[in-house]
């Protein structure tokens, strides 16, 4: 299974990958989750790529395309690959089609503008595996602890409501336009065309699963 999460900040991606990731035992690919892995290490990268998350902004394409790329040619990836978070923009989805980069499926969660910001406020991560919670809507079985490791969880620095709607905004201005890329690749007919489904990412963290689930099985 190869395929593409796409959807606004706060949609659920990373929720739903965790679900997904294990049901076809495939690798989860967060672009999000490898440049804030950069910024913890303390790297060029992370530190050029830190002022830019915080301002809400997207990293340049060519670093983003390279740091995909080079994660595709891990080995664990031979089974197929779960993308989040990227492609985020038209020339990282261009570079993948000229690459030759297998797509099965692109799976459009939609969640409204005004129910992303409540989502936001409460989301709690563990930095070290990108798990994450929601005080309210998915608490972990502890207050302030992981449920695996059973450490500490963070809230990330971008998620305050000046970057969040600023994240919002560039979703809208860059990437949304992707809805319109894939479904017409899809339509099109032809030969390595990935599946388009849309599902409401709106309700339970369950029934969502059920949703995602049952859309990749069509
Ligand atoms: P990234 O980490 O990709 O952030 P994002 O796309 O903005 O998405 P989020 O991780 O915020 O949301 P999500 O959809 O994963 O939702 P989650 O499951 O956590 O990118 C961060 C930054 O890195 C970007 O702003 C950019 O600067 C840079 N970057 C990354 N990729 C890039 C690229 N390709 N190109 C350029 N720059 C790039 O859920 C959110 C919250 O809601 C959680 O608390 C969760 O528990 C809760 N929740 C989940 N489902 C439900 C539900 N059904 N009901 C209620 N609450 C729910
Ligand atoms: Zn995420």
Redesign the pocket.
Known sequence: MRLI?L???????????NFIKEKFNIPQI???????AAVKAGTPLGLE?KK??D???????D??IGL?KDRLKQADCANGYLF??????IP?ADAMKEAGVAIDYVLE?D?PDD??I???S????HQTSGR???????PPKVEGKDDVTGEELIQ?D??KEA??MK?LA??HEQ?EVLVDYYNKWALSGTPGAPKYRKIS?????E??RDRALAALAE
């Not at 959807?7 to 990958?17: E, H, I, S, Y």
């Not at 409460?122 to 991560?125: E, L, S």
């Not at 990412?201 to 963290?205: K, W």
Request: aromatic fraction near 6%; charge should be positive; avoid cysteine.
């Open positions: 999460l959807g606004a900040p706060g949609a659920g991606k990373g929720t739903q990958a967060s672009t999000g989750d490898m440049l804030r790529a830019v998350m301002a809400g902004g997207l990293v340049s394409d670093i983003i995909v989040d978070g990227f492609p985020r923009t990282q969660i969640v129910a992303i409540e989502r936001m409460g989301r709690r991560v994450t919670y929601h005080v309210k809507y998915n990330r971008d998620d970057t969040v994240r560039v979703y990437t990412g709106v309700g339970p963290v029934e969502i």
